[in-house]
């Protein structure tokens, strides 16, 4: 007898019908209404959305995004850039001294003298992949950030600590409100796209795409999944994947 269909063996679990108005409506306790304006907030979000904080030249480069691969000419520039990545981990004065030691060493070699400032380089690394963080201001406990409800708060309605530097309010007589702490996001977008312009990390954005229909074309041969050694195995993704393709033909 051969095996019933994949499509329906890795039958979805039929999608939950809410109206999600509805429910920011109805919510009473105070915690619920909060996550219901941040569940709002996350249905109506728009690139346009002052809360996304995103640059005019983000967004630009998010909605048409360079294409073809960098290419960088000045071993200096590179070195620049290598060194930045080595020092992932390490201190802006671990990557000043590396770069003065290398100048000095290399002096007259082709490119030394443009070996960038740690400023520099990051600014650089910016302009070229697009990737930018973004910085909001928070709790200076961690209780949350200021943003969506909480956006407009002065202080944290969970601890009660005031939301700006006290130092420097006091110093400009109420004046100067500046973040006693920050948290900073990387969006996703733009790293996304930086990986889709070299050939070799566009290739393995694939993977998981190539591997589900590897498990599937399985499937439908032997009506088993082999040994389940990765996410691509799952039911879950497996019929995910299956309903995408049902609902986009
Ligand atoms: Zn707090």
């Not at 201001?137 to 943003?147: G, Q």
Request: proline share 7%; net charge negative; charged share 25%.
């Amino acid at each position: 007898m051969s095996p019933p269909p994949i499509e329906l063996v890795l039958a979805c679990r039929p999608r939950p019908n809410i109206d999600v108005d509805n429910l920011a409506q109805r919510a009473v306790l105070q915690k619920m209404k909060d996550s219901m304006e941040f569940v709002l907030a996350l249905k109506n979000a728009s690139l346009d959305d002052p809360l996304a904080k995103l640059s005019d030249d983000a967004l630009d480069r998010l909605r048409n995004p360079p294409q073809g691969p960098i290419i960088i000419d000045s071993p200096g520039v590179r070195q620049s850039i290598s060194m930045y990545l080595v020092l992932e981990h390490g201190s802006q004065e671990a990557y000043n001294r590396m770069r003065r030691a290398t100048m000095r060493n290399f002096e007259g070699a082709n490119g030394a003298e443009e070996i960038l400032s740690f400023y520099n380089v990051e600014k650089l690394i910016a302009q070229h992949t697009g990737v930018e963080s973004i910085e909001h201001d928070m709790c200076p406990e961690s209780c949350l950030a200021f943003t969506g409800p909480f956006a407009h708060l002065e202080s944290c309605p969970t601890c009660g600590l005031s939301r700006w530097d006290q130092a420097k309010l006091r110093a400009s007589s109420g004046r100067t409100k500046v973040a006693a702490q920050k948290f900073v996001t990387i969006p996703l977008g733009p790293q996304l796209q930086a990986l889709y312009r070299d050939p070799e990390s566009a290739r393995h954005m694939r993977y998981l795409w190539e591997r589900t229909q590897e498990v599937l074309d399985g499937l439908r041969r032997t009506g088993k999944v082999p040994v389940v050694d990765d996410i691509a195995m799952g039911f879950d993704i497996l019929g995910a994947v299956l309903d995408w393709r049902d609902q986009t033909g």
